[in-house]
């Protein structure tokens, strides 16, 4: 191969590695940071006709999904129709059922229609830490918070079998709907 | 939509659209809960809801929410009036009067809310700094 060959070859090789934001070292680099992923999301789903605590909407998280070291995020955003307080309860469980659920978040909603619930949970094996100290007090967030000077409550879960996480609301009266615009469970693996 | 009851005891236990696995102490049946009650419960032979709760249960559940209800009219009121208050003690301007029927309109709208929670004694405002 002559040359001035080789010199070109270079220098596209060169361009190509520039194009592709790959190292001279050869190989492509891998995408920096952990993978934060999509396990399930739900929308649409409303609730209305009754005062009694409803379920809006189960989400599945299939067997062995989680990693074993991992994040998981569950959002609810939503809307509703009164400017009265309606109480979100997030549960988890092993079956489609809040018959034997833990109750693993509340946000009791203010008067303003329009809101944005967020959970960061950590996982490590076949525990979960709420990163809360009682999942049972209205927090509408638990990311970006301030500290807290008390032990968090852990619980445990079971990843290697189907897990279920159910939000649910209890509307001030009949006339009341409140919509699900989209639920969402993710995970982020960092080992 | 489903309400979900105990069947050995009556007690309401959850509502739902969606499939759920019901357990063997469970059943659904088609009417929905439309009354408020702190501790619901279905009577098999009126086929009606009712409440399971003690008055004090009742009140434990209901005088909270009556005082949030109470604490959120006060903060509109006072803000309605703050800067009314001041023209009028510092220049002598009166308060206009559909300010002041505002907040007639405010303060019924929190009693009414108050009274659709089943609270008729408002005593429990005595007990509050801020109202």
Not at chain 1, 60 to 84: H, Q, R, S
Not at chain 1, 144 to 151: C, E
Not at chain 1, 163 to 183: L, P, S
């Amino acid at each position: 191969m002559s040359k001035s060959i080789q010199e070109r070859l270079k220098k596209l090789e060169y361009l190509y590695r520039c194009l592709c934001n790959t190292s001279s070292g050869g190989g492509t680099e891998e995408p920096q940071g952990p993978p934060r992923r999509l396990i399930v999301s739900n929308t649409g789903s409303t609730v209305t006709g009754t005062v009694a605590e409803t379920i809006l909407t189960s989400m599945l998280v299939p067997a062995n999904t989680l990693d074993a070291v991992c994040d998981l995020f569950i959002t609810l955003d939503y809307n509703k129709t009164t400017a009265n307080a309606i109480p979100i309860r997030l549960y988890y469980n092993t079956s489609n059922s809040l018959a034997g659920a833990t109750q693993i978040s509340l946000y009791s909603t203010g008067s303003v229609r329009n809101g944005g619930f967020n959970r960061k949970f950590v996982v490590k094996g076949t525990s979960m830490d709420l990163i809360t100290t009682v999942p049972t007090t209205s927090q509408l967030n638990n990311q970006f918070v301030d500290a807290i000077f008390v032990p968090s409550t852990v619980i445990t879960i079971a990843p290697t079998g189907n897990m279920f996480f159910i939000f649910t609301v209890a509307n001030d009266t009949v006339g009341t709907t409140f919509t699900n615009k989209r639920a969402t469970v993710e995970k982020m693996k960092l080992s | 939509m489903k309400t979900i009851i105990d069947s050995n005891t009556g007690k309401v236990l959850y509502a739902t659209s969606i499939e759920t696995e019901l357990q063997e102490n469970e059943i659904e049946i088609d009417a929905l809960l439309t009354e408020s009650f702190v501790n619901p419960y279905w009577n098999f032979d009126t086929q009606t809801f009712y409440e399971g709760a003690t008055q004090t249960e009742i009140n434990d559940v209901r005088i909270p929410q009556a005082l949030e209800i109470d604490l959120y009219y006060t903060g509109l009121i006072s803000e309605l009036l703050r800067k009314h208050i001041e023209k009028l003690s510092i220049d002598g301007i009166a308060i206009p009067q559909s300010v002041i029927d505002e907040r007639y309109r405010l303060r019924a709208e929190c009693n009414q809310k108050i009274l659709a929670l089943g609270i008729t004694n408002f005593s429990y405002r005595q007990q509050n700094l801020k109202l």
